[in-house]
Each structure stands twice: as structure tokens, then as C-alpha cells.
């Protein structure tokens, strides 16, 4: 198994960034902690010199596994399903763009917090959810058939009802990608399953896992406080038996507060599951 830890590429006050600061710092304290790989969590694309960060990953033997777009919707207010078509095409152009930065490290993007949110839930619930999905549909098309001359894979998150409307289960991704996948290239599509969020909405975490074993291709740890795994109450022995029999190769992450400080949020969060990976 392999580990990664999010780390902010600017600084921003999105809550579940361990390191946060500075990004060549950020990533010098990944490596010396012993992680595999980090995953960027960026909102300026065009800020970041590509063969610095190229250099200073391989100096700290670091993988860039993702890039997120969270901080777009977060920063800028900017999302896939906005009623105004403007703000859409706004989201898209800046997917795009670190769609552009994530192809110089063969690294994944993020549709987390990008789609936003189903609005005029009152009214017609149903309705403005059917609206939301077209529209989100349509720009991931967007960025599906811009992303292919880079072979780019793209990681739908589901994300809990506290902080979006749309998409919060495991099984919702699954049935938007049974209704709109022929829009998509499948081999390119995937679930970023989050125990964070599961823990708030799926009835049993390990059940969802095993159910869409074959759409999940990453992996984010946090416990049921998003703190460190260990410092909440999920059972994370009964999560790992079922990764690890569900033969997943993929990485494992950490989307975590900085708590009880940022080193020791990384330092435990790394331990807590190598501990798990060499007694499971």
C-alpha cells in the first residue's frame, strides 16, 4: 500500500489541509515523514513553475498523485452546476487549466466540491436535483473531451449533506454514472471514496466499499472527527480487511485538520495505518 497526504498549494482557510503554508516547505515535511506521494490541493494553476515543483517532488522521492479543484468552488464560489451558465463555464475554463498542470505529473483531478449544489430544493426537490446532474454532466463532459489528449482520470467524491445536496452517498455517484456514462470515458472515471463523509452517510462503510469495488480507485482516511484515523470512532480495521480483499492497489490519502498540531496530524495519521496494514 501506498500513502499520500493533502497539502494546499496556496494558502487558504479550506479546513482539512494538514500542511498548508508554503508549498516547497509543504512537501520537503511529507517526505521526511516517510509519505509516498502528495495530493495538491490548488485554485491558481498558472502561479505554479512546473519543473521547480518537478524537482523538488523528485528531491523528497514523492509522487504528485492528484490535484484537487475544491478551492475553486471554496475561494471563488465557482461551480458545475451554478444557475448562472456564466459561473459554469468560469468552473470549467479553471478545471481546464489544472487539467493542463495535473498532465505534467500523469496525476488525477478531483470533482469534489466543483459540482456544488442542487438549488430550489423547496420547491421541486426532485427537480432541482435533475437540473443539477444535467448541468454537472455537461461539464465533466467538457472536461472529459478536453482531458483526453492527456489520458487525464478523473475522481467523482462523494461529500456529505452538511456541506453539498447533490452526491452524497457512494451509490448517487454510482447511478449519475450509470445514467450520464456514455458521455464519459469510463476507463478514465472513478469514485474517491472518503471515510469522512461515508461515516456520516453510508449505513455501513464497508458494504458501499465492497459494492462499488470496481468504480473506486482512490482512497481518502479520515476519522469521524476529520481528524487523524485513531483519533475518532471508525472502525478502520474492518475498512482495511475489505480493501485489502477487494485486492485495491491504489493509494491511500489523508484529507485531515491539522490537529492536535500539523506534524503530529501526519505523523499519526501515517503510523495508525501502516500499524494496521502489517496486522491485517
Given at each position: 500500500m501506498k500513502y499520500a497526504i493533502v497539502v494546499s498549494v496556496f494558502k487558504t482557510g479550506f479546513g482539512p489541509i494538514v500542511f498548508r503554508e508554503s508549498l516547497d516547505e509543504n512537501i520537503k515535511k511529507a517526505g521526511r515523514i516517510g509519505y509516498d506521494g502528495v495530493e495538491l490541493a490548488i485554485k491558481r494553476p498558472g502561479d505554479i513553475n512546473v519543473n521547480e515543483l518537478k524537482d523538488t517532488l523528485k528531491t523528497n522521492n514523492l509522487?504528485?498523485?492528484?490535484?484537487?479543484?475544491?478551492?475553486?468552488?471554496?475561494?471563488?464560489?465557482?461551480?458545475?452546476?451554478?444557475?448562472?451558465?456564466?459561473?459554469?463555464?468560469?468552473a470549467v475554463r479553471n478545471v481546464k487549466k489544472i487539467i493542463d498542470l495535473a498532465s505534467h505529473f500523469n496525476a488525477s483531478i478531483i470533482i469534489g466540491l466543483i459540482r456544488g449544489k442542487a438549488c430550489n430544493l423547496q420547491g421541486n426537490?426532485?427537480?432541482?436535483?435533475?437540473?443539477?446532474?444535467?448541468?454537472?454532466?455537461?461539464?465533466?463532459?467538457?472536461c472529459f473531451d478536453y482531458s483526453e489528449k492527456y489520458g487525464t482520470g478523473l475522481l467523482?467524491?462523494?461529500?456529505?449533506?452538511?456541506?453539498?445536496?447533490?452526491?452524497?452517498?457512494?451509490?448517487?455517484?454510482?447511478?449519475?454514472?450509470?445514467k450520464y456514462g456514455r458521455s464519459f470515458d469510463l476507463n478514465r472515471l472513478g469514485?474517491?471514496?472518503?471515510?469522512?463523509?461515508?461515516?456520516?452517510?453510508?449505513?455501513v462503510i464497508e458494504r458501499s466499499l465492497e459494492k462499488y469495488k470496481h468504480l473506486i480507485k482512490h482512497l481518502h482516511f479520515a476519522d469521524s472527527n476529520r481528524w487523524a484515523p485513531g483519533y475518532g470512532h471508525i472502525n478502520f480495521d474492518k475498512i482495511f480487511k475489505v480493501i485489502k480483499n477487494n485486492n485495491y492497489d491504489g493509494?491511500?490519502?489523508f484529507e485531515i485538520f491539522p490537529l492536535p498540531d500539523p506534524l503530529t496530524a501526519a505523523k499519526d495519521a501515517l503510523a495508525f495505518v501502516k500499524k494496521l496494514e502489517r496486522e491485517i
Amino acid at each position: 500500500m501506498k500513502y499520500a497526504i493533502v497539502v494546499s498549494v496556496f494558502k487558504t482557510g479550506f479546513g482539512p489541509i494538514v500542511f498548508r503554508e508554503s508549498l516547497d516547505e509543504n512537501i520537503k515535511k511529507a517526505g521526511r515523514i516517510g509519505y509516498d506521494g502528495v495530493e495538491l490541493a490548488i485554485k491558481r494553476p498558472g502561479d505554479i513553475n512546473v519543473n521547480e515543483l518537478k524537482d523538488t517532488l523528485k528531491t523528497n522521492n514523492l509522487t504528485a498523485l492528484t490535484f484537487g479543484t475544491g478551492q475553486i468552488f471554496f475561494d471563488q464560489g465557482l461551480s458545475f452546476s451554478d444557475d448562472d451558465e456564466k459561473n459554469r463555464e468560469k468552473a470549467v475554463r479553471n478545471v481546464k487549466k489544472i487539467i493542463d498542470l495535473a498532465s505534467h505529473f500523469n496525476a488525477s483531478i478531483i470533482i469534489g466540491l466543483i459540482r456544488g449544489k442542487a438549488c430550489n430544493l423547496q420547491g421541486n426537490p426532485k427537480g432541482a436535483i435533475e437540473i443539477a446532474e444535467e448541468r454537472i454532466s455537461k461539464c465533466l463532459k467538457e472536461c472529459f473531451d478536453y482531458s483526453e489528449k492527456y489520458g487525464t482520470g478523473l475522481l467523482i467524491e462523494p461529500i456529505n449533506r452538511y456541506e453539498t445536496n447533490i452526491f452524497n452517498t457512494v451509490d448517487e455517484i454510482g447511478s449519475f454514472i450509470n445514467k450520464y456514462g456514455r458521455s464519459f470515458d469510463l476507463n478514465r472515471l472513478g469514485i474517491l471514496a472518503d471515510t469522512f463523509h461515508m461515516n456520516i452517510e453510508e449505513p455501513v462503510i464497508e458494504r458501499s466499499l465492497e459494492k462499488y469495488k470496481h468504480l473506486i480507485k482512490h482512497l481518502h482516511f479520515a476519522d469521524s472527527n476529520r481528524w487523524a484515523p485513531g483519533y475518532g470512532h471508525i472502525n478502520f480495521d474492518k475498512i482495511f480487511k475489505v480493501i485489502k480483499n477487494n485486492n485495491y492497489d491504489g493509494y491511500i490519502s489523508f484529507e485531515i485538520f491539522p490537529l492536535p498540531d500539523p506534524l503530529t496530524a501526519a505523523k499519526d495519521a501515517l503510523a495508525f495505518v501502516k500499524k494496521l496494514e502489517r496486522e491485517i
